[in-house]
C-alpha cells in the first residue's frame, strides 16, 4: 500500500498534520496524492483525531468529494457530538451538494440548541430553507446572523447574496438589489464570494435592474 512510506510516531503527529496541510496546497497532483496519503495515515493512527479528521474532511471537501467529506465529518460528530463546526460543515454539505435538506435541517436545529447565536449556523439553516421554499423563514435566518457576524467577516458577502435571493423569492425586488449591491461592494473590498457567487450576485443584480 502506498501509506505505508509514512510512519507516524507519537511525537511527530502533530508535524505530520503541517506537512500534509501544506502538500494539500501544492498545485503538484503528486503533493496533493501524497498530502492524502499522510491524511489517511493520521487517522490511521488515530481513529479518534478530530485535528486529523477535521483536516481530511476539508481536504476532501475542496476537492470536491462532497460524500467523502460529509461521512468523516459525521465520524466526527460520532466522536464528540459538541464540535459545533463539523456539525455546521456537515449540514451545508448535505444541503448544498448531496440534496439532504431534512438532515441538514435537522443538525441546523440541533446544534443552534446548543448555540442559539452561532451565525454560521444560522447561515447554514437558512440556506436548508430557502432550497426547501421556506423563503420568509430564510429571510429571518440571514438578517439575523447578518447583525451576528462582526464587522469586516468573510462570511458577510455570502449572506447578503443569500438574503437577496431569498428577497427575490418574496418578490421584494427593490430589497434584493440592495443586498446584492452591498454583497458586490463588500466583495471588492474583501474578495471573500467565490467565482461562482460573485458571477451569480452580477447575474442577479442585471436582472432585477
Known sequence: MACSRFNIPN??????LVAAN???QEPDPKAVKNAETIYKKIIQ???ESIDGLNDYAQFLYQHERFSESAVIFENMLSIDPLQITALNNLAWILATHLDKNNRALQLTEQGLELHPNYPDLIDTRGVVYYQLGKYQKSQQDFETCLTLYPRGHASLAGAYLRLAKSLVALKQTDQAK???VKAL???QEKTTLTDSEFQQANRLLTQLQ
Open 11 to 16: 511525537s511527530s503527529f502533530a508535524l505530520s
Open 22 to 24: 501544506r502538500l494539500a
Open 45 to 47: 493512527h488515530d481513529s
Open 178 to 180: 440592495m443586498r446584492l
Open 185 to 187: 461592494a463588500i466583495h
